[in-house]
Every structure is written in C-alpha cells, then in structure tokens.
C-alpha cells in the first residue's frame, strides 16, 4: 500500500451536480497530482499542486478545481458534471517537489454520472 | 500535443512465454515511468529512465530508453499469473505532468 488515502471510494451523482474528491496524500509528500481515468484507457492528467498552488494543468476545463491544504491534503472539485465525466479519479503524491516523478496512487474514487 | 502510444493494446500469453509491450511518444521525453494496474486496482509506479539509450533490470523485467528518447520497452521473460494486468508508460517532458499511455492489457493463461 502507498499510504494515499481517498474518499469516497465510489459516487453517483446526476448530470449538472457538483462533487468534490478528497484525497490524503503520503507523510512526506507535498506534491499531489489527479488524474481521470475512463474505462479501458490510461490515466490523463488533471492538474498538480505544490505548496497549495496549482503548479501545471492538462486539457480539462475550468469546471475542474482543486485546493491543497497546509497538511498536504487535496480536494478535487467538478462543476456542472456530464456524462462523460463518469470515470476513476485517482490522486497520486510524490516525493520531489513539484515534478513529475514517481507517483504513489490512490486507490481512486469511481465517479457514475446519470 | 503530447501523444504517447502503446502497442499492443492487448497481449495473451501461456504461462512461462515471454511479454513485451513498446512505448512511443510524438515528442522527446525527459524521462519515461512503468506502472502497472492490476484489474480493479491503481497504477502501482515499477521504474523510472532517465538516460537515452538506458537500461534496467528487475528480476523478471527489463526495461529500455530509446537512444531519441522517444520510444521505450518492457519485456518480462517467463511471465507468471502474478504478472496479470495493464502495463502503462508514462512520459514526462521535464514539467510536472505525466502523459500516460493507452495502455498494454495482459493475460496468463495457465
């Protein structure tokens, strides 16, 4: 196990609903990275967060947020939920500052959007 | 924009056969990554290249960096159940975001 910790393991909501992921990154580790990841495919990046700001972010839209807390802890929000949002969301933290290296996963939170 | 692609999409193989699954990226990598999903479960991070033309071993895995920095491998010699799952490649340009390819689903047939 990482030792990265998310809630809820799994989540319906309605399309147009809000949500919000939470995730408890690793002891030690003050960089945190989401990702979505649709059946059958490879996890696509979301955005990262380093010392409580957003430090990089993929091709999603401003629908998607997040916030890191002073614990290291983060949050990921989704406005406005479609269809296709229906995916696993995973939360990944690592031990180099602000980079892209190893990533300790989650064992994510499984969005269904009806 | 950054593609990284993977083939095969899917790999069946009788227990004791050989596996490998190849990586390639549009673009020049920094560095790429191997993780592995075992159905139902989360990416779990086996290694990380850095220089061109690299080579590392673990046990069973071996793993290789393109001399151009844009393709890698992954070969497993005499696979086991255990090695059951989706092998992915992630590429990095140096930023801190992760491409994540599509992914090389594996089956062991006893």
């Known amino acids: 196990e990482t030792g990265v910790t998310q809630s809820p393991t799994h989540l319906i909501k309605t399309r147009g609903q809000q949500v919000t992921l939470r995730c408890s990154s690793q002891?030690?580790?003050?960089?945190v990275s989401w990702y979505q990841q649709a059946l059958g495919q490879g996890p696509q990046f979301i955005f990262q967060?380093?010392?409580?700001?957003?430090?990089g972010r993929g091709n999603f839209p401003p629908r998607f947020s997040g916030l890191q807390f002073p614990n290291y802890s983060s949050e990921l929000n989704v406005n406005a939920l479609e269809l296709d949002d229906s995916a696993l969301y995973l939360c990944?933290?690592?031990?180099?500052?602000?980079?892209?290296?190893?990533?300790?996963f989650g064992p994510g939170t499984r969005l269904t959007v009806l | 924009g950054q593609q990284v692609m993977q083939i095969p999409q899917y790999q069946h193989v009788q227990e004791g056969e050989d596996f490998t699954t190849y990586c390639n990226s549009s673009?020049?990598?920094?560095?790429i990554q191997w993780y592995k999903q075992r159905p139902g479960g989360h990416p779990v991070f086996l290694i990380q290249?850095?220089?061109?033309?690299e080579v590392k071993k673990q046990k069973r895995l071996t793993f290789q960096f393109g001399e151009a920095k844009k393709n890698s491998s992954l070969h497993i010699t005499a696979t086991q159940t255990t090695d059951v799952g989706t092998y992915f490649c992630?590429?990095?340009?140096?930023?801190?975001?992760?491409?994540f390819g599509t992914g090389t689903r594996l089956t062991v047939i006893p």
């Open positions: 992630a590429g990095s340009q140096g930023a801190n975001n992760l491409f």
């Open positions: 673009t020049t990598l920094s560095n």
């Open positions: 990944a933290s690592s031990l180099v500052s602000g980079r892209a290296d190893e990533q300790f």
């Open positions: 290249l850095v220089k061109s033309g």
């Open positions: 002891s030690g580790h003050n960089t």
């Open positions: 967060y380093y010392r409580e700001e957003e430090n």
